[in-house]
């Protein structure tokens, strides 16, 4: 790989992850887009998966006081169940019904009532999500916007939000990386060692300058961001099924 191109995509990896040790979402998405843009897509995935379990490890290190693991143990138990159910039935589902997936979740969470709110301290809510994300992330790469739907409305402190959703998604990319990394070996397009250790060199650093802004930021002001970045990833996604549709 071209040194140019790594140094490109290693300072992605520290923009996407101090963006995401912020909000605890949206730096996984924008940096999938810029992997597919230059590599082929199992070496985008496998690599998205490297470097974004070490930018979720990393943020959830930092926070581990604040981690809830009774839900990480329940979003764990429902991410090995769909990960068995995929490995042993074979599923696939196209890239664009996952997108489409992606896109209505945030507004169907919106719409419901709010007896039937998403989150993931509610019974079976947090396996649910485990299962759904575990399943997206085998498919489209990426999860995100649906764990960000079940932790919208959670009464969780802003730090317990993103500790928690980090232990979460380690889970996540760590399944995706034992999938993508074999299926990019096969398809001859293997992870450059180099752009891997950059990256994840970068996405640490990114994810430890992050907390000052975090610990500056309001819970009001996170609530609200959150919030509207995940409509705009809702529209996002919603765009990208039509534009593969078309």
């Not at 993508?180 to 250790?197: N, S």
């Not at 609200?224 to 996002?236: H, S």
């Amino acid at each position: 790989m071209p040194a140019i191109l790594i140094a490109i995509l290693a300072f992605s990896s520290l923009g996407t992850a101090f963006v995401s040790g912020i909000l605890g979402m949206a730096g996984g998405m924008i940096l999938m887009g810029i992997l597919l843009a230059f590599l082929p897509v199992p070496a985008a995935m496998a690599l998205h998966g490297i470097t974004q379990f070490a930018s979720n490890a990393g943020r959830a290190w930092m926070w581990r006081r604040e981690v809830d693991w009774q839900v990480f143990r329940r979003y764990t138990a429902g991410a090995l169940a769909a990960f068995a159910v995929f490995a042993i039935a074979g599923i696939v589902v196209s890239k664009t019904a996952a997108f489409l997936a992606l896109g209505l979740m945030p507004f169907i969470a919106l719409a419901l009532p709010d007896r039937l709110q998403l989150g993931v301290e509610r019974r079976g809510h947090a396996e649910t999500c485990g299962a759904l994300c575990s399943a997206l992330s085998l498919t489209a790469g990426i999860s995100g916007p649906v764990l960000d739907v079940f932790f919208a409305r959670t009464p969780m402190t802003r730090q317990a939000v993103v500790a928690t959703k980090a232990m979460s998604q380690c889970v996540s990319h760590l399944l995706k990386v034992l999938y993508f990394v074999a299926l990019a070996a096969g398809a001859k397009a293997a992870v450059d060692p180099w752009a891997a250790a950059a990256m994840v060199a970068l996405a640490l650093a990114g994810t430890h300058l992050s907390r000052r802004a975090l610990e500056a930021m309001s819970e009001a002001s996170f609530r609200f961001w959150t919030r509207w970045t995940v409509i705009a990833a809702g529209v996002f996604y919603l765009g990208s099924a039509a534009m593969l549709m078309l």
